[in-house]
């Protein structure tokens, strides 16, 4: 396994947001995590990613754990996330949000290749590359967060609600791009609170309920499982 979570705890004070959570990310493919608001969902991530510490557990990237890391080394190993609510940099150019994504990389010499392979996957970005990224729609800042994601060249994708606010015409072509990276051999950790859209995108599932994980398996089985579809599914 790419990623594994092993009985991981996070307090904030003494409130518990995850109580012993497991999960495990192949090498491929998209991984989801659904659960109502305060689930542990962005806590999951978070911790993941080094910016929320965990009071107990291990969690391990490439056999190696990573939950003693600060965020900046974790990112530096391969694992980039598009936070919720995109986060872009609304007073510099779309171009050098791209390049912000590319602040840790040691070698320089295809960061420029990568800049146009983005633009290559998100034409609009091109078209808009040194425009103030606040003056964007928010389908293109979404493109933005997942380029500069792109830009840190990871081994792993995490994805914090990027169907959040978007019309469903932005809905759709974000997940062909989900789909796309993918594809190129980037699996994706993928948060959703539209439990249609992830179940429909991913291999492999987690319903996360009052910081535990209450359900797991195949996101077809997950589909058609009778709490899943009268919870998240309004079904």
Same mark, same amino acid.
């Given at each position: ?124 970005? *091109? /078209?808009?590359?040194?425009?103030? #990224? ?5 389908? &293109?800042?979404?493109? @933005?967060? !997942?380029?500069? =994601? ?44 539209? *439990? /249609?859209?992830?179940?429909?995108? #991913? ?5 996360? &309920?009052?910081?535990? @994980?209450? !359900?797991?398996? =195949? ?17």
């Amino acid at each position: 396994m790419l990623l594994e979570l092993q009985d991981v705890h996070v307090h904030y004070n003494k409130v518990a947001a995850l109580k012993g959570v497991s999960m495990s990310v192949p090498e491929n493919g998209i991984v989801t995590i659904i659960g109502a608001n305060g689930a542990g969902k962005t806590t999951t991530l978070r911790a993941i990613s080094g910016l929320t510490r965990i009071s107990s557990g291990e969690i391990r990237f490439n056999g190696e754990r990573i939950d003693n890391l600060p965020p900046d080394k974790i990112v530096a190993r391969g694992i980039a996330q598009v936070p919720e609510g995109r986060r872009i940099f609304p007073d510099l150019t779309v171009e050098e949000n791209l390049r912000t994504g590319a602040f840790l990389r040691k070698e320089k010499s295809g960061i420029e290749s990568d800049i146009q392979e983005v633009f290559g996957r998100f034409p609009r970005l *091109a /078209e808009r590359r040194r425009q103030w #990224a606040k003056t964007l729609s928010g389908g &293109e800042q979404q493109m @933005v967060a !997942i380029g500069r =994601a792109l830009m840190s060249k990871p081994k792993l994708l995490l994805m914090d609600e990027p169907s959040m606010g978007l019309a469903p015409v932005i809905i759709q072509e974000i997940a062909r791009i989900i789909k796309a990276i993918v594809k190129q051999g980037v699996p994706v950790v993928l948060v959703e609170q539209n *439990a /249609e859209l992830a179940l429909g995108l #991913a291999n492999f599932a987690y319903v996360l &309920e009052t910081g535990t @994980v209450s !359900i797991e398996g =195949a996101a077809t089985e997950l589909h058609e499982n009778e709490h899943v579809k009268r919870a998240y599914l309004g079904v």
